[in-house]
């Protein structure tokens, strides 16, 4: 009985090496810090998905369901089916924007 209690006071014993100090807290806080404002600044955008569900680009457009359906029937916006998804694009969403935006007064 004696060897299983000293078995657990050594699994729940705190050893030096696994202290948290409160420099290691604050190192962990800047590199949290400093990944946050990489992301912010624009350093997260390498990584945009490429293909989008009609559910994203209807969030993306603000569109309803109907709405994208007759975009899709006029070819405003092109997009491909594999089995039941569709799939579309975001370059020619950005190529949808640019074509359909008008030019400001100077």
């Known amino acids: 009985m004696e060897k299983k209690g000293k078995q657990s006071e050594e699994n729940s014993a705190l050893f030096t ?28 955008t390498q990584h945009a998905k490429q293909w989008l569900k009609s559910r994203e680009v209807r969030k ?10 007759t975009m899709r029937v006029s070819r405003q916006l092109s997009f491909m089916r594999i089995g039941g998804v569709i799939y ?6 950005d ?12």
Do not use: C, N, W
């Open 17 to 44: 090496h696994q202290l948290v100090t409160v420099a290691d807290l604050e190192k962990f806080k800047e590199q949290i810090l400093s990944e946050m404002r990489r992301l912010l600044a624009g350093g997260g």
């Open 88 to 93: 579309y694009d975001r370059a020619d969403i």
């Open 95 to 106: 190529k949808m924007f640019e074509k359909f935006k008008t030019a400001a007064l100077k």
């Open 60 to 69: 993306l457009l603000d569109v309803s369901p109907g709405k994208l359906h």
